[in-house]
Each structure stands twice: as structure tokens, then as C-alpha cells.
């Protein structure tokens, strides 16, 4: 008996009509893959190529996918290593959405100061990637903690933990006006994002303690 | 330039359980959708007819 490199659950080969209910919910998903990938590196032209990235893999790893289960999940695993290693190459230096900068969020007739989407996305950025992730598939995406820590391969109680850290800060930083301007330009702080990311792509998921 | 197309709302990404909000969250969710609900960029619509025929 040889041993063949099977994937774990060997799935039934699949029919053209799989094929286009693939095709189908891959492109659904495209909007939410740009979205995650925006929060999630900042520039919108990097957020792409990393989406075209996922894309490309996912079909060519469509085998893997269970019909029925969420699509947006699997791709967004995806895009999560794939980010994770071009992070790790140094692709992607965090820098904020340009473009978003001017435009001003505008909060619903009645309610509160607006809040410039330029802040909550340069705010959103200074986090350290983990907790960015975190808050980004529960506090944006809509994911369960469950979902979320499936996407991130950890365990329920740390995406709790990441998600609550990353809102005190968000709250802090926001309420206090005291976002940082740029702050990942700054080698030290790239770098230990980077030291970080080690630890998240290793998929321990222990928050490094920075200081 | 359109910055009219934004009244696609999407019936998604709908949390009920989030009892506590801080004042933020909503502009957290409004920053994710503005990008999903902005218009596909030609590129995609490329590479997703490109997957079809490489098959």
C-alpha cells in the first residue's frame, strides 16, 4: 500500500454543474474578499492583487470546498495566508487607504459627530494584525466568534480576547482623538508587526506582548 | 465621479448579539461595507471569465 498525499477528506470529483455553483459563489464573495483585504493591508491597489491572489488559488483548490458550507469563510482563509506571507515579504507596509482619507462618513440624520472613515481605518491599522483580523471578521464581517476562530485557526476564548482588545483600543484611540498618524511607516513598529505575524502564521496565536 | 452608488444595502453581515456597541461600530461595519458595496473593478470581472475558459 502506498501512500498517496491525500487531503484528509477525499471529496467526490465534481460535476460541471458543481463547477458553476463554484464559479458562483466565488464571484459573490469577491466584494467581501476586497473588503477584508482593504481592512486588512490598508492600500486599496495591494488589497487587490491580493484578492486576484485568493481568487486564483481558490479555484485552483476548489476540490477542497465543501458544497454548503460558507464560501466566504474558505476564501477568507484564503486571503489570510496568502496575506500573511506577502506581510512577510515585506509587500505590504500599511498604509492607509488614500482615497477613503477624504471622504467623511456621515452618520445617519439625529445621531452623533460623523466619524471620518479615514480615522477608523488608520485607527483599525495601528492595531497589531491579530487583533486587526479579529475585529475586522467579527465587528465588520458579521462572522461568529466561532466562525472567526475556524478562519483563524484558534481557539474560540483567544478571538474573544483579540476582539475585546482590539475594540478598547479602537474606543480608547477614538475617543481620546489620539489616533497615531502613520504609525506603521515606522520601522520599529512595522518590524514588530511583523515579529507578530510570525507568531500568527505559525498559528499559535499567542498575542506577542509589544513594548 | 459617482459617488451616488452607494444605496445598495445587502441583506448581510447582520449581528444581533452585539448588545454593547461602542459609538464606532457602525462606522467599523460602514468601512467594510462601502468596499463591498463598491463597484467591481474590470480586473476581476477579467480574471473570473479567465478561470472559466483556463478549464
Known sequence: MSENAEPAKPLPPRSADDKRAFKRELTDVVPHLRAFARGLCGRPDMADDLVQETLLKAWAAQERFEPGTSMRAWTFVILRNAYLTDMRRNRFRGDYDETVAERVLTAPAGQEEPIHLSDMHRALLTLPPERREALLLVGAGGFSYEEAANICGCAVGTIKSRVGRARAALTTMIEEGSIPERSLTDPAAHRAILEELDEVAAGNGRAVATR | ?55
Open chain 2, 1 to 55: 465621479m459617482t459617488s451616488a452608488r452607494k444605496n445598495k444595502q445587502r441583506a448581510q453581515s447582520r449581528d444581533p448579539s452585539k448588545a454593547r456597541d461602542p459609538e464606532w461600530a457602525a462606522g467599523l461595519k460602514r468601512l467594510y461595507d462601502s468596499v463591498v458595496e463598491e463597484p467591481l473593478p474590470d480586473s476581476f470581472k477579467d480574471l473570473l471569465s479567465k478561470l472559466d475558459s483556463a478549464d
